[in-house]
């Protein structure tokens, strides 16, 4: 298999896709929240514990791989740990949860989501910071990079719950819990055994 090589800069390729002309490829952007902290050689609590920590993991990879840009991940966890979800917080893989924010779902009407805003959110306020201070480096003169021409141009914040409220909803409530809260009984005019609909009551027509 030949490896066709790159004719563009990562810079020069997200400038020519941002402004609608053409690439030599597509931009390599993917999420490595789930292996970033390993690839770089720490534990996976790592990029959990700073700002300055995630930033580190994004630009090991950002190398390693060699990619177009950084993902700064919120993640499907984000939200319910804002809303009072708590999750464990293991040394090497990822988070999961200890206890769900709500035990029925009549306490739904108890949730704020001012929860969510960075003023009020750790988690967010950390993810924000850490898109704030690499934009800061991807404007400075020098390169941050061991690559040519690789100063961060494109940095995205991945705020999942916009985009996946089911998995996100089964984070503060248990899917299995969220199921039979919403069931419904069996109508009673379901059809029979025959697959007839049951006329009840009005006879012969």
Not at 98 to 108: N, T
Not at 138 to 151: E, K, L, Q, V, W
Request: proline share 7%; aromatic share 8%; charged share 25%.
């Amino acid at each position: 298999m030949q490896v066709r090589k790159d004719e563009m800069t990562s810079n020069e390729r997200m400038a020519a896709y941002f402004d609608g002309e053409e690439v030599d490829r597509l931009p390599a952007m993917p999420m490595v929240d789930s292996f970033g902290p390993k690839l770089a050689g720490y534990e996976m609590r790592y990029k959990r514990l700073s700002a300055e920590y995630q930033v580190e993991v994004q630009k090991a990879c950002y190398d390693l791989l060699g990619l177009d840009g950084l993902s700064i991940e919120y993640g499907l966890h984000g939200i319910c740990q804002a809303c009072g979800t708590v999750l464990n917080d293991p040394p090497d893989r990822t988070p999961s949860i200890d206890r769900y924010a709500l035990e029925s779902i009549e306490q739904v009407d108890r949730l704020d989501l001012d929860c969510v805003l960075r003023k009020n959110d750790p988690w967010i306020d950390m993810c924000m910071t850490a898109c704030e201070t690499s934009r800061i480096e991807s404007i400075r003169p020098a390169d941050t990079s061991s690559r040519p021409g690789a100063t961060f141009l494109s940095i995205h914040l991945w705020r999942t719950w916009w985009r996946s409220w089911m998995p996100c909803a089964s984070t503060v409530r248990s899917v299995s819990a969220r199921r039979e809260a919403l069931s419904k009984p069996p109508c009673p005019h379901a059809s029979n055994e025959t697959g007839s609909v049951p006329n009840e009551g009005t006879g012969p027509v």
